[in-house]
């Protein structure tokens, strides 16, 4: 005989007079129910439990889950290191031959460069790529 655990809003559709969790024996025609409360009067008041997930440390000696790069995010360029992004120097370089104000000497101008992690690729394990298994 299998037991089933549900609402009783859920099994009849005539409401009981007693708010509570029903348990009902499946055998076709029998129609007997088992009120939880009958059974579990003397633990008062219900309780109710709070749970609190964290997020973990990541391994870094496990093998990444996925192989799209964290560096760039699939992307394949990063922010370009040396001008933030600005595209513009902001200091001058090189004893002067790059000066502040001009386009910079990392990224030419264009504010990205190509990401260290997966050359360019987007993937962990691409074109070039220096992270093998």
């Known amino acids: 005989m299998a037991n089933s655990l549900c609402f009783a809003s859920v099994c009849s559709l005539k409401s009981p007079s007693r708010p509570g ?11 007997r129910f088992l009120r939880v409360n009958k059974y579990f009067q003397n633990s ?9 997930v964290k997020a973990t440390d990541s391994n870094q000696s496990t093998k990444p889950n996925s192989i799209v790069c964290a560096d ?4 394949g360029a990063v922010l370009c290191s040396q001008c933030k992004g600005s595209g513009v120097n902001s200091v001058d370089h090189f004893n002067g031959q790059f000066k502040a104000g001009g386009l910079c000497w990392l990224c030419r101008g264009k504010r990205e460069i190509l990401c260290g992690n997966c050359n360019g690729a987007g993937f962990i394990g691409g074109f070039m790529s220096t992270f093998d298994d």
């Open 72 to 75: 760039c995010d699939g992307n």
């Open 44 to 52: 008062g008041t219900p309780k109710f439990l709070s749970l609190e």
């Open 21 to 31: 969790l029903i348990l009902e024996d499946s055998v076709a025609g029998s129609g």
